[in-house]
């Protein structure tokens, strides 16, 4: 069994920061890439930041330059660091990770529940 679980949404206003932490737990053998994504009601889910096992980042156009994704191999864990956070952040955002497991021979995609971030005066 491996499980996902986000923290660190909240309320926050236009210009401020939140840190969103993804901690994946279980029968780990091995994680390649980690991800962050969001969906704004209405909208789809869309990609907003991966990391692939060796640390190399890829963002979205809207997000670049505001905020950094992170992680710690040796704990598990991914982070996005959010700043000077806008209206049209607001979403529920997602961490998944391509994990294989102990005990299987290939990859599986994994998400997590999801975190509210709200951007509001």
């Known amino acids: 069994q491996v499980q996902l679980v986000e923290s660190g949404g909240g309320l926050v206003q236009p210009g401020g920061s939140l840190r969103l932490s993804c901690a994946a737990s279980?029968?780990?053998?091995?994680?390649?890439?980690m991800g962050w994504y969001r969906q704004a009601p209405g909208k789809e889910r869309e990609l907003v930041a991966l990391?692939?096992?060796?640390?190399?980042?890829n963002y979205a156009d809207s997000v670049k330059d505001r905020f950094t994704i992170s992680r710690d191999n040796a704990k598990n864990t991914s982070s996005l660091q959010m700043n000077s956070l806008k209206p049209e952040d607001t979403a529920v955002y997602y961490c998944n990770a391509v994990i294989k497991p102990y005990h299987s021979d290939t990859y599986h995609l994994y998400w997590g529940q999801g975190t509210q971030v709200t951007v509001s005066a």
């Open positions: 990391i692939s096992s060796r640390g190399g980042s």
């Open positions: 279980g029968s780990i053998f091995t994680i390649n890439s």
